[in-house]
């Protein structure tokens, strides 16, 4: 892939997208080229998928059915947005990959690690993120800013948000396990900062482990 594939993991309110667009901002000044996606979500079938298991019509199928929808929604969002925009030589910023549903439906859905693996293996057929970026904060304060976004949208709790403080601290651990298992893609980045101070962390994880992102992709032309 010529492209680089960054995703963005964390609880509810934890800044993800404010941060996605933040660093797209930023490559953009560089002339790099960068698309920003989501999951669920990122492609026209799989935005359907998005709308019938955060309005919490799967829930009652209990989490492996749950795991499978978000695993056609991503085989469709690879296929149609991220990997012909790799192979363009685009940087892909996602809110959200496959960690998201090892967090919620494999650890804190009690599904089998083995057989969260086998999914995965399926569903990416090999395509990884070159690194995963994890904003860390406290569960109550995440859920406090979700709260506080929703009241300013006139929203409601989605299928997750509107579970009880235990499911979103345990979240919380399954994400510092997952970037304790895989410290080479995993970045943990402390939200609970100052927006400034958190894009700032985000740069150097960048400048430190994908430096090609950073350099101005335009350069002068050699002088003779």
């Not at 910023?93 to 999914?119: E, H, M, P, V, W």
């Not at 006139?154 to 304790?180: K, T, V």
């Not at 995993?186 to 994908?210: F, H, K, P, S, Y």
Request: negative net charge.
């Amino acid at each position: 892939m010529a492209g680089c594939f960054i995703t963005f993991e964390g609880g509810e309110g934890a800044g993800k997208s404010t941060q996605i667009e933040r660093l797209k901002n930023r490559l953009e000044r560089l002339a790099q080229p960068v698309l920003v996606t989501r999951e669920p979500g990122g492609s026209p079938h799989a935005e359907e998928i998005r709308a019938f298991i955060l309005g919490g019509h799967a829930k009652h199928l209990g989490p492996f059915a749950e795991a499978l929808m978000f695993a056609a929604a991503r085989i469709d969002h690879l296929d149609q947005t991220i990997v012909p925009a790799l192979r363009s030589g685009t940087h892909v910023l996602c809110d959200r990959f496959a960690d998201s549903t090892r967090a919620y439906q494999g650890s804190l859905g009690n599904i089998d690690k083995g057989l969260i693996d086998r999914l995965e293996k399926v569903t990416l057929q090999g395509v990884k993120p070159d690194l995963t970026l994890i904003l860390d904060l406290p569960a109550e304060i995440g859920l406090a800013r979700a709260g506080a976004r929703q009241a300013r949208k006139g929203e409601g709790a989605d299928r997750f948000e509107e579970e009880d403080i235990s499911f979103h601290q345990s979240l919380r651990q399954a994400y510092l396990s997952i970037a304790e298992a895989e410290p080479k893609r995993c970045v943990v980045v402390d939200a609970n900062q100052d927006l400034d101070e958190v894009e700032t962390a985000i740069w150097a994880a960048l400048c430190e482990r994908l430096p090609q992102m950073t350099e101005h992709a335009v350069r002068p032309l050699d002088v003779a």
